[in-house]
């Protein structure tokens, strides 16, 4: 990750883009793959990047902020400053681990909402990285997650979708002014 790209990991006043809430139809809609990494891509993660920091999440999908691009940004240790996020660039996952687990999960477009997802713990991934350059990575725990979660945005698919407690679900919900009928259940 190059200085150029990465901003530093602090709050602004306002952030630069928007980030949209469940309910809102731009975040069911399939993102589309990003025919050419150049400057514009790197400043819409930069952006991105900004307004994860500032709203105190570990990864930001384009759908989010209202951009049609299969484009996440990561960062597991924002408090860490000499680690970089990371860019994904129309990630897609190779494999899956067979072994699962159950954790809680939280979203920036529906903040306050804390719930159980079960997810693959490992998976493989391959992405282009914010100069194009082909990426593959094999990643467990939180980092895993996180990138299943955010992959998740660029198939119109929210966290609350997977979860299968209904009466937590609704419970969580309705105590943090969400609709019940915006989420679609996972079969």
Do not use: W
Not at 86 to 111: F, H, V
């Amino acid at each position: 990750m190059s200085a150029a790209v990465a901003p530093e990991k602090k709050k602004l006043k306002t952030p630069p883009l928007e980030i949209h809430y469940l309910g809102d139809r731009v975040l069911r809609s399939p993102a589309k793959r990003i025919a050419k990494v150049d400057d514009s891509v790197r400043q819409l993660a930069r952006e991105m990047l900004q307004t994860m920091y500032t709203s105190d999440g570990i990864g930001l999908a384009a759908p989010q902020v209202a951009t049609n691009k299969q484009l996440i940004v990561i960062d597991c240790e924002p408090d860490e400053p000499a680690n970089p996020p990371l860019i994904l660039i129309n990630p897609q996952i190779k494999s899956y681990s067979k072994e699962m687990c159950d954790a809680q999960e939280g979203c920036l477009s529906i903040p306050g909402v804390y719930l159980d997802v079960t997810r693959p713990k490992a998976i493989e991934v391959s992405f282009k990285d914010e100069y194009g350059r082909p990426r593959r990575l094999k990643v467990t725990e939180l980092l895993s997650r996180a990138i299943q979660h955010e992959m998740d945005h660029l198939s119109g698919v929210l966290f609350v979708d997977r979860v299968t407690n209904s009466l937590a679900l609704t419970d969580e919900l309705k105590k943090h002014n969400f609709s019940v009928s915006a989420v679609r259940p996972m079969v």
